[in-house]
């Protein structure tokens, strides 16, 4: 008589080896002396009076500190730097912002930000941030209205 | 009770059908009527004999259907206890797996572009230096409430 076999659970200790070793052994982690550094660009102007729920808490303030109506989100990116590392982001309009990490002591981050249009350097500074920090960098022009950059760092 | 209406109870009666007050009202019939008693005498014989010839075939074949019972059962608990009683790496796998599952959703879900609100924890910024080659800069500061503002003003097209 065949004899039954549990061959479905052959494959799970092998699945969690697997997992294990992508978690802690084959995975990047994200060290203490690492920042996150969240670019988000938003698209504000005077058509339609909508404001983009992802903005989060920063929708208020925005409201009050500028004279548009509408604020909508178009792009958000982030990018793990550690100290000398540069990260790209792509802009709207072809336009681009270098993020640059840069030495520093205790929670303080340092940015060197360069935002270029073409060959342009429409900005070049430097920011000294708090973790959990934001600046915003606004201007450009972009359709009826401008771009604003969410510059955060973690 | 007619001789047609006594046949049909007496074959019900052979297959054990007949409720009993139908088995009293035939008995009477069968008192007077020799054909019928006869057809119940033999009709019943009948059954006598398959019922014989029955045990004796299952006392025949007993050993060889309790072999195969025994190899049934033996077949079944050998299966149960396979599935009852996995090696212990077979039965806790699954934990770990969910486990990294998890971590790794929450580590890299969403990886390039996250799509959680803005919730900063503060607004201080120090802008230790700024200029442009294309742009006119002004430093907006609107107080410790309220996000610093570098504000760009393009020269070609303001």
Known sequence: MPRLEPRGRAGAPVLSLLLLFLLFGGAPSEAADTVSVDVGAVYASNEGTSIDPALGTIRAKLHSMFNYTSYRMLDRKRRILSVGEAGEFELPDRRAMRATLLPSRGDKVRLLVQISDGPRKLLTTTLGLRRGGMVLVGGPSHKAGVLILIISAE | ?158
Do not use: N, Q
Not at chain 2, 30 to 38: D, K
Not at chain 2, 46 to 69: F, H, K, N, Q, Y
Not at chain 2, 105 to 130: I, K, M, N, Q
């Open chain 2, 1 to 158: 009770m007619d001789c047609r209406t006594a046949l049909e109870k007496i074959a019900s009666k052979a297959d054990g059908l007949l409720p009993r007050e139908a088995e009293a009202e035939l008995s009477g019939h069968l008192a007077g009527c020799p054909a019928c008693a006869a057809e119940d005498a033999a009709i019943s014989a009948t059954g006598a004999v398959l019922r014989v010839l029955t045990g004796i075939r299952a006392r025949r074949e007993a050993p060889a259907l309790d072999a195969m019972w025994t190899r049934v059962r033996a077949g079944i608990e050998e299966s149960g206890e396979a599935r009852l009683h996995p090696s212990w790496i077979a039965r806790w796998a699954w934990i770990p797996a969910a486990v990294a599952l998890a971590i790794l959703a929450l580590l890299f879900y969403p990886a390039g572009t996250d799509r959680s609100p803005f919730h900063p924890s503060t607004f201080d910024v120090a802008v230790e230096d700024v200029e442009s080659e294309a742009a006119t800069v002004a430093l907006v500061d609107k107080g410790e409430d309220l996000p610093r503002v570098i504000w760009i003003i393009e020269d070609a097209k303001t």
